[in-house]
C-alpha cells in the first residue's frame, strides 16, 4: 500500500487526466492548504498558524467539476475511464457520484461536484440533486450550487509524490478561495448539525474556522470583491444566515460544535472568527 494513499491517489488522478486542471474542496483541500502554508513558514495567514486547529486527514477527495466540463459528455467520459483504469468502484448508494479505490487496508473515497451550471444547465436534464450528462457515460456529479464562483480566483498549491507505479510526480491542484469555500461549508454544516450519523457537523464547523484563519493577503482581496460582487445572490444571503445564527451569535450552534470538537484548544478564538465572518461576508445586506 502507497505511504499515502490520499497523495498517491490524487497524484495518479492528476495523471490520467493531463488537460484537467483538479479542483479540491471539502476538508482534504484545507487539509492540502494548511500543509503547504506550513511548510512555507514566510506565508501570512489572517490567524497565527499554531493557533488553528491542526490539519485533520480524511479519507475522501471532494472532486469540484467546472459546469463546462460536468455538462459535457466526452470530457465526462475522458474522467470515467480514468476513473477505470485506477481501479475505482462505483458507491452503489451514491450511484455514479461517489467512487471508492481500495487498498489495504481501507480505500479512498472521490465525491464528484458540480460548479453551479448557470447558463449551461440547458445541456442537462433536469435534476434537483445531481448534474446527468447527455448521452449518459455512467459519471455524474452532486449539485453544488451554493459553491458561487469557486472557478474564480483559486488558489494553486504545488503538490508533489509519488504515484502508484513508483514514478515521481509533481503538479499543481486549484483549491476554491476563501468566498466560495465558506459558502460551501456554510451549507454542509447546515445540513448537518442535527445528525447524529454526521458528529453533528462538527468538521464543517471547524473547517469553517480553519478557512478564516488561513486567509492569506492575496486572497483577502479576491475575497471581498467576490463579496461584494455577488451580495444579491439569494445563495450567499442564506450563507450569509446560517453564519449569522450559528456562528456570529455567541449562542450559536456552530460555535458549540467547535467547542466540542477534539482538535478544539484554547487559542481558537471564536469572537474573533465571529468578527472576520462579518468583515468576509456581505452579512450587511441581509438588512437591505
Do not use: W
Not at 465525491?111 to 449551461?120: R, S, T
Not at 465572518?277 to 445586506?285: A, F, H, K, V, Y
Request: with cysteine; charged share 25%.
Amino acid at each position: 500500500m502507497p505511504a499515502n494513499p490520499m497523495l498517491t491517489t490524487l497524484l495518479d488522478l492528476d495523471a490520467a487526466l493531463p488537460k484537467q486542471e483538479l479542483i479540491v474542496g471539502g476538508g482534504y483541500g484545507l487539509f492540502l492548504k494548511q500543509t503547504y502554508i506550513a511548510n512555507n513558514p514566510e506565508l501570512r495567514t489572517l490567524f497565527p498558524l499554531a493557533s488553528l486547529p491542526r490539519a485533520r486527514a480524511t479519507e475522501d477527495i471532494d472532486l469540484i467539476l467546472r459546469a463546462d466540463v460536468v455538462t459535457d459528455s466526452s470530457a465526462m467520459k475522458t474522467i470515467r475511464k480514468a476513473l477505470d483504469v485506477l481501479d475505482f468502484r462505483v458507491v452503489e448508494t451514491a450511484r455514479y457520484m461517489q467512487f471508492i479505490r481500495p487498498f489495504t487496508p481501507g480505500y479512498v473515497k472521490i465525491d464528484l461536484l458540480a460548479a453551479p451550471l448557470g447558463p449551461l444547465a440547458k445541456r442537462v436534464p433536469k435534476d434537483p440533486r445531481r448534474v446527468k450528462p447527455r448521452p449518459s457515460v455512467k459519471l455524474h456529479a452532486s449539485k453544488l450550487e451554493e459553491a458561487v464562483a469557486v472557478n474564480r480566483d483559486p488558489l494553486r498549491i504545488p503538490v508533489s509524490g509519488v504515484l502508484s507505479d513508483g514514478t515521481s510526480h509533481s503538479t499543481t491542484i486549484l483549491i476554491p478561495q476563501a468566498f466560495s469555500y465558506l459558502l460551501m461549508k456554510l451549507f454542509a454544516f447546515r445540513d448537518r448539525y442535527h445528525d447524529a450519523r454526521k458528529e453533528l457537523g462538527q468538521h464543517h464547523a471547524v473547517d469553517i474556522y480553519r478557512i478564516v484563519g488561513l486567509l492569506t493577503p492575496e486572497e483577502d482581496a479576491a475575497v471581498h470583491r467576490l463579496s461584494g460582487e455577488f451580495s444579491d445572490n439569494p445563495l450567499v444571503r442564506e450563507g450569509c444566515r446560517i453564519a449569522m445564527d450559528h456562528f456570529i451569535s455567541p449562542a450559536g450552534v456552530g460555535r458549540l460544535r467547535i467547542r466540542e470538537h477534539p482538535l478544539f484548544h484554547s487559542a481558537v478564538d471564536l469572537d474573533r472568527l465571529a468578527e472576520e465572518l462579518t468583515e468576509l461576508l456581505p452579512i450587511d445586506s441581509l438588512g437591505a
